[in-house]
């Protein structure tokens, strides 16, 4: 199973930039999707993740600002990213909770990262 992601960049304060991730390969069934961040000398965040029925959970940081959403069917997962702060500069990580058989064991899976960094 890979997960690749796209879309992180540049972007201003106030303004807003969009991430992608799909996951391919030998994939069952996808559960949860989402996206963590690190930042500089601080530990990895759960920045917003969202289940395969829908329902979402967001950082506090992040809430009424960034939204995430899916297509199922695609097995991709989006974060839109508005009203940017600098301190949302950070490596940005997608992962996939992954079942590859009918046995249902379900493992996370992460993509490389993508760099976003926010000017003030």
């Known amino acids: 199973v890979q997960l690749q992601a796209s879309g992180g960049g540049l972007g201003q304060a106030g303004g807003s930039l969009r991430l992608s991730c799909a996951a391919s390969g030998n994939i069952f069934r996808v559960n949860d999707m989402g996206w963590y961040r690190q930042a500089p000398g601080k530990q990895r965040e759960l920045v917003a993740r969202v289940t395969a029925g829908g329902s979402t959970n967001y950082a506090d940081s992040v809430k009424g600002r960034f939204t995430i959403s899916r297509h199922n069917a695609k097995n991709s997962v989006f974060l839109e990213m508005n009203s940017l702060k600098p301190e949302d500069t950070a490596v940005y990580y997608c992962?996939?909770?992954?079942?590859?058989?009918?046995?249902?064991?379900?493992?996370?899976?992460w993509g490389p990262g993508t760099q976003v960094t926010v000017s003030s």
């Open positions: 992962y996939a909770d992954v079942s590859t058989s009918w046995h249902n064991t379900y493992n996370d899976y």
